[in-house]
């Protein structure tokens, strides 16, 4: 059977973030769903420990880890039940674009601030009208003198009210062709014109500091241009590969979690004097989600060694992600009904992860601009 | 039988749905729901133009209709706000224990109290294979026969926080024989020892909440026996269909609300240059989900007819539930889709829907107990 080749290294990292989570996290995550926050200390708490941005170099204090570290944080966060510590948005989706297109200046400012926890990062593309079709964004930057004016709205941007420093997404209006006229912008919080929206309201992810962002007239220095003028488009591209990758391994992670959580309901749990795990019925059911995460886990560990190897993988990413957090979710409905009554309370930690599954079919691309980018590549027109 | 709505069946539905209009409010479902507070208001106005009960006989103030035009009140309800929906409809659950096993007396005292809108009922959702397992034990205290003594605590009591009378299944431990020991009984949510032991917050349903509801030597006067003596396990399974059926037209309704503002979202929004509803799979989405929507309402409208003969037809009403909830959490699922992000953020109510769905859909057993239920009355006993 395929398995990812952890070494010791690989191990001793888990180990030891899972020791910090169970005892730095896991205690408190009740009181964060409630309070629909988190305090900002534990991102300092994390990246201390250095669980924060693996794979940045470690010039910049970085561990300068393969992709196998961001597996493991994302597996292991999943058992945290939680999502208000959104540690692979900012170690595996946001910074990697400063890693990638930052300037040495750039690098040298922000970089060692992610690793450690101080820069929480968020990144904004999705607009309130320009979601699957990110290309239509109306946020614009318009260059004057030495500095960038920008203008426009952000929503759903997860780690929108702890960011310290977001990666922004906005059009240049003197260019007509979209995939020329996006730029990525380092806007960093306090700037003047840039506020913070309030914490959105969501079926889950409920610690999650999502927000909507908006820039006023807000003027930041030309040299906060984030790779090459009018690139943006295609920057993005690039990196919603490793995005993707991301949610199929979280949604992979969320299904295992409980499917194992209610095997193990069912080994300890009777309904009219039979043991559920008895029943042949649920035997099967069990047997069924068994069988997928199996198939799924050699397909997604196939993705993670080809991206590894940094390998192009986005046609292959988006059949994971789709298949993966829809797998994900009828997995979690398939749970919730053979546990039962006790499915229908929140106290039962499936519940919570429930409502927050239901999320991976949305974001990051939502299944249906998924299958369209397959659709592409199989020549059908 | 063939289910077609009469005029007056569907002047029900009309006179239904002007009043949710008029009295749901969103910005009110959505705090309710936060807080896990019960829709007083709304509940005692729908009591008072004659909602709650409407298949109840008029004599006890109810409708004097049938179980269909029950139905039609709690899909129409649900549709336009599941979890006030609901909350309304479940309120009077246990009113149908009453109607159908209660004395004269017992009618005449209690069923217009909670079909006029002053008393909500708190009851555990009755499972075939769970019932026995409840703690409650009931002793004959005193005087033989004049007063109950209840001891124990039962779970998820639907509505338990807000109830004024709670009914409940009760093991006889002074009978021999376990099986032939439980009682149906009828508990005021204000006699002394009766206490809110603990208000599960819920994924779903949370205007009506589930409960687990502390008896600690509490009195209750014999009258307060419902049905017959040791008979409460059968008498509780007779009413089984009242209750699948008023949870698959609240599913029922729950998928059509959650369908309605999906495609609300479709029209209007624009995305890729035009709207989303011209995209032929959105086209074929809203499509699977209208054929769902369908197929549930023709078992659930025909199980109604069923529900109100002399002979429940359970297979129905068993298959009906099932359709319906599954029903309601495939299209609402589909209806967060298709708002996208929005979909998921509280403020476009599809995503209560799919955890009210979830909720009555899980809230009907588990995943074997419907189907292992009409598997049993459709292969019968097997000659060994």
Known sequence: ?381 | MTYRLNPSQKAIQKTALEFARGEFDKDTAREFDKRAEFPETIWRKAAELGFIGIHMPEKFSGGGMGSLENVLVAETFAGKDSTTGAAIMLAGLAADWLARFGSETQQTELLPEILEGRMRTGAALVQPDAVGQDALIGMEDGEPGVLWRIDGELDSVINGRAADIFFVLCSNSTFAEPSGGVSMLVVEADKPGVTVEKDHPMLGLRMTGAARIKFAGVHVPLVNLIGRRNQGLKQASRILPESRLLLAALALGTAQGAFDRALAHVREREQFGKKIAGFQVTRHKLAEMALQIEQARCLTYQAALQVDGKKADFRLVAMANLAATRAAVSVAFEAIQLLGGYGYTSEYDVERSYRDAKTLQVLSGNGNTLTDEIGDSIIGKLKS
């Open chain 1, 1 to 381: 059977m395929n398995q990812l080749p952890y070494t010791d290294e690989h191990n001793a990292f888990r180990r030891r973030l899972r020791d910090f989570l169970e005892s730095e996290v896991i205690p408190h995550v009740d009181r964060w769903e409630t309070d629909h926050r988190i305090p900002r200390d534990i991102w300092r708490k994390m990246g201390r420990e250095g669980f924060l941005c693996t794979a940045v170099p470690r010039e910049y204090g970085g561990l300068g880890g393969d992709f196998l570290y961001s597996v493991i944080v994302n597996e292991e966060m999943v058992r945290t039940n939680h999502t208000g510590l959104m540690a692979q948005l900012h170690s595996d989706v946001v910074v990697p674009y400063i890693d990638t297109f930052g300037s040495a200046a750039q690098k040298e400012k922000y970089l060692p601030g992610c690793v450690s926890g101080d820069i929480v990062t968020a990144v904004a593309m999705t607009e309130p009208d320009a979601g699957s079709d990110l290309a239509s964004m109306t946020s614009t930057a318009v260059e004057e003198g030495g500095q960038v004016v920008l203008n426009g709205a952000k929503t759903f941007i997860s780690n929108g009210i702890h960011c310290d420093l977001v990666v922004l997404a906005a059009r240049n209006p003197n260019v007509a062709n979209p995939h020329n006229a996006i730029s990525l912008y380092l806007v960093e919080d306090g700037t003047a014109g840039f506020k913070k929206g309030q914490r959105i309201e969501k079926m889950g992810m409920r610690s999650q500091d999502t927000a909507e962002l908006f820039f006023t007239n807000c003027r930041i220095p030309a040299e906060n241009l984030l790779g090459e003028k009018g690139g943006g488009f295609i920057q993005l591209m690039q990196k919603l590969q490793q995005e993707r990758l991301v949610v199929a391994i979280w949604s992979m992670a969320i299904a295992k979690y409980m499917m194992s959580w209610t095997r193990d309901f069912c080994r300890r749990n009777s309904r009219g004097g039979e043991l559920l795990a008895a029943s042949q019925a649920i035997q099967f059911a069990l047997v069924e989600m068994e069988t997928d995460l199996r198939v799924g886990t050699a397909f997604l560990n196939d993705l993670i060694m080809a991206h590894n190897r940094r390998e192009a993988v986005v046609v292959e990413t988006s059949m994971a992600k789709f298949w993966m957090s829809q797998k994900a979710n009828q997995i979690a409905n398939r749970c919730l009904e053979v546990v039962g009554d006790v499915a229908a309370r929140e106290e039962c930690p499936l519940v919570r992860m429930w409502r927050d599954v239901r999320i991976q079919t949305i974001f990051a691309g939502t299944n249906e601009i998924m299958k369209g980018i397959v659709a592409k590549s199989m020549n059908l027109q």
